[in-house]
């Protein structure tokens, strides 16, 4: 209704113009909830390649941009030179970005999210692991629910199913990989997904 009236040069009335937003907007909070039950239940068989992970993450992180500047500013750091990465593509895009729309919800007005690639320090005769670093200026979390984060259908939304950081984490332990969490209520959230790097 709203393409016809705007292709006839007549926009909705603000009224109906806001219940059909508000209507696309649960259609795609359906959408998301379907899908994270669908990722949830699948038992997907991970196909890691070499890959260049800054590539990944530019490619995840580059159709936020538009949609979130200047209200959320995004920093990309990807140190240079880094190895390549041993990733599942489609694995790691699908933790990656449930990790940042939880860093979104937890900034409702303005923000910073800050992404950070590095080589994470390794031991002598320790395989070498790549570390991305997602980092929030949201509203944080306490202990309490920073104990619970990563228990199925436990969430800190009025909305979601509590699903994004249970996929994020079986997604990047089924690349030989892993999550940590470290948040503080009212100062915000990094969440840090470590992937092992490609053998030369």
């Keep these: 209704a709203r393409r016809v009236n705007q292709d006839r040069g007549r926009p909705l009335s603000p009224i109906l113009d806001e219940c059909v937003a508000s209507i696309l ?10 899908t994270e039950f ?17 590539a ?3 490619e995840v992180v580059e159709p936020y941009r538009a949609g979130l500047e200047p209200r959320i500013g995004i920093d990309l750091d990807i140190e240079p030179g880094l190895p390549a990465a041993w990733v599942d593509r489609t694995l790691f895009g699908r933790a990656l970005t449930n990790v ?22 390794a031991g002598p005769g320790t395989p070498a ?8 200026t949201g509203i944080g979390m306490d202990a309490e629910a920073l104990a ?9 939304k009025a909305t979601g199913t509590g699903l994004g950081l249970t996929i994020a984490r ?7 990989g892993r999550v940590e969490v470290h948040s503080e209520r009212g100062v915000g959230t990094t969440v840090s997904l470590s992937l092992p790097a490609a053998q030369p």
Excluded: C, K, W
């Excluded at 079986?170 to 030989?176: K, Q, S």
């Design 100 to 121: 940042i729309e939880n860093a979104l919800h937890a900034m409702p007005g303005t923000g910073a999210l800050t992404i950070r690639a590095r080589l994470a320090a």
């Design 56 to 58: 990944i993450l530019e």
């Design 148 to 156: 619970r984060i990563f228990e199925p259908y436990f969430s800190t």
């Design 129 to 136: 692991m790549l570390r991305v670093d997602v980092t929030d």
């Design 38 to 54: 669908s990722s949830f239940a699948s038992s997907p068989v991970p196909r890691p390649e070499s890959a260049d992970l800054g």
């Design 170 to 176: 079986r997604n990047l332990e089924l690349l030989g």
């Design 25 to 34: 907007s649960q259609v795609t909070l359906l959408r998301q909830i379907s």
